[in-house]
């Protein structure tokens, strides 16, 4: 029974169009975060959330953006796709740190940009 | 060049064997985290270890934070273990996680 529902599980797209990746979490948890695995590529931080703000963003393109209707909800809106953006991305969640929490992860959306 | 550096790349065993996969932090860390991805992609929390020896069940993970370094021992391998294992590395003290990830250990248990 998954905590962490990414839909999505398969998605292609063709070059230049937009998707939107979704991902809600019941985990109960006040941080989000998105992650990307690109092929031969280690797993690459791109943006998390708190309490529905913006933390952090590793993301240099603009074309990417994160967007929360809801404290468990997290989607990834993404614009112009291009090839490059082809990769499995991921939407974790997490308590916001105060000991030993740990980051908790979906089953991840693979993007095909053809 | 990569901060996180894991090795070996892949390892294959026989049922039975034990493992013990290394990380090593090429900057100063406060915390890392080892995960386990399955072969179909969904990734597993493993240890949340800042420093010392942790233990569960067959896996132990030992941190040295000021030798910027991380182990992962498997004992006595199973077939289900098959599949990547990850280290990660976080440069925050608080707030939100923003791990950086090395590539990754694919281990193969052969029954």
């Known amino acids: 029974d998954p905590k962490i529902i990414q839909k999505p599980k398969y998605l292609v797209a063709v070059t230049g169009s937009e998707k939107i990746l979704i991902c809600e979490q019941y985990l109960g948890h006040n941080a989000m975060y998105w992650y990307r695995q690109s092929a031969k590529k280690p797993l690459e931080f791109m943006f998390s959330y708190s309490y529905q703000k913006l933390m952090d963003n590793q993301t240099a393109s603009s074309r990417f953006q994160p967007q929360s209707s809801k404290k468990n909800h997290l989607d990834l809106q993404i614009t112009a796709l291009k090839p490059d953006d082809s990769a499995t991305y991921f939407c974790?969640?997490?308590?916001?740190?105060?000991?030993?929490?740990?980051?908790?992860f979906g089953h991840g959306t693979k993007l095909s940009v053809l | 060049g990569q901060q996180v550096q894991q090795s070996p790349a892949s390892l294959v065993l026989q049922e039975g064997e034990n493992a013990e996969l290394q990380c090593n932090f090429s900057?100063?860390?406060?915390?890392m985290q080892w995960f386990y991805q399955r072969p179909g992609g969904s990734l597993v929390s493993l240890f949340y270890?800042?420093?010392g020896t942790k233990q569960s069940g067959r896996l132990t993970s030992t941190t040295v934070i000021k030798e910027r370094r991380s182990s992962l021992h498997i004992s006595s391998s199973q077939t289900t273990d098959s599949g990547t294992y990850l280290c990660?590395?976080?440069?925050?003290?608080?707030?939100?996680?923003?791990?950086?990830f090395g590539s990754g250990t694919q281990l193969t248990v052969m029954p």
């Open positions: 990660a590395m976080d440069l925050a003290s608080s707030g939100s996680w923003q791990l950086i």
């Open positions: 900057t100063s860390l406060n915390s």
């Open positions: 270890n800042p420093s």
């Open positions: 974790a969640s997490s308590q916001e740190r105060e000991g030993n929490e740990r980051l908790f």
